[in-house]
């Protein structure tokens, strides 16, 4: 059975790549896919990091949502706006999760 954390994080690198194959501009998207990637490694275990503390989560959380809410700024199509929602949407709810269970 997967995880809701897995579930996102493959949701995030499945928009981040399709946001990178039909948009013009591939740097914000590609931002979010390396984020999204490195999510995904670590969400499966393919990846350890010794990191002490939230901060990881919250740079990954960001490194989704930043780049997801200016491409949803520039989308011109309805796949694109589609995408770039379902990122910012991830890349926000992961940040805010973690902001609340650092305090």
Do not use: D, N
């Not at 931002?31 to 490195?38: E, K, N």
């Amino acid at each position: 059975m997967i995880s809701l954390h897995v579930a996102l994080a493959y949701s995030a690198a499945f928009a981040a790549a399709y946001l990178v194959l039909t948009t013009p501009s591939r740097l914000l998207p590609g931002i979010a896919l390396l984020a999204a990637g490195a999510e995904v490694a670590l969400a499966e275990g393919w990846l350890r990091l010794a990191v002490h503390g939230p901060t990881l989560s919250l740079a990954l959380g960001a490194g989704i949502a930043v780049p997801a809410l200016v491409a949803w700024w520039r989308a011109g199509g309805k796949g694109a706006v589609t995408g770039a929602s379902v990122l910012a949407f991830i890349g926000l709810l992961q940040s805010g999760l973690t902001l609340l269970a650092r305090s």
